[in-house]
């Protein structure tokens, strides 16, 4: 009967059986009676190496170099949107006072719309995003800190 043809739960002793010549087959000793200590080569083993980050980084490595640059790129980055979004305001002032001319006219408390806008109304804009830019810097680095204490 071949392995193929072979029902479940036959006989197949005969299969199980391996020639003791051919090589890879070795012969296990009989089971001992009690316990039995089982251990194996530790060659095999796989050793977890520390990583100092830190040292990669005082000796400017190839890891040293990556990781400040991803912190680099990431306050370039930043500090670019936030200037970017600051300009775009910056400039929606005088574009809206072109484009409508009947603004320039309005006054509040005998000042002109345009001097309230430029000189007053822009300070909260401008703390708005030096507070944005400072917490996110601030989150960026502390992830940097992060990354690098935990090796």
Known sequence: MTEANAKPGADQSSADQSNPNEPGTEQ??????????VTAQRAHAVVSAEFPVAKELDEQSGVGRLLISSLIRAQLRLSLVVG????????????????????????????????LLLGAALYPVICLCAWLYTRTAKHDEETFHRLVSDQ
């Open 84 to 115: 970017a979004g600051f300009l775009i305001l910056l400039a929606a002032v005088p574009t809206a006072l072109a484009l409508f001319p009947e603004l320039k006219s309005i006054t509040l408390w005998h000042i002109p719309l345009p001097w």
């Open 28 to 37: 296990l000793p009989a089971p001992a009676l009690g316990r039995t200590r």
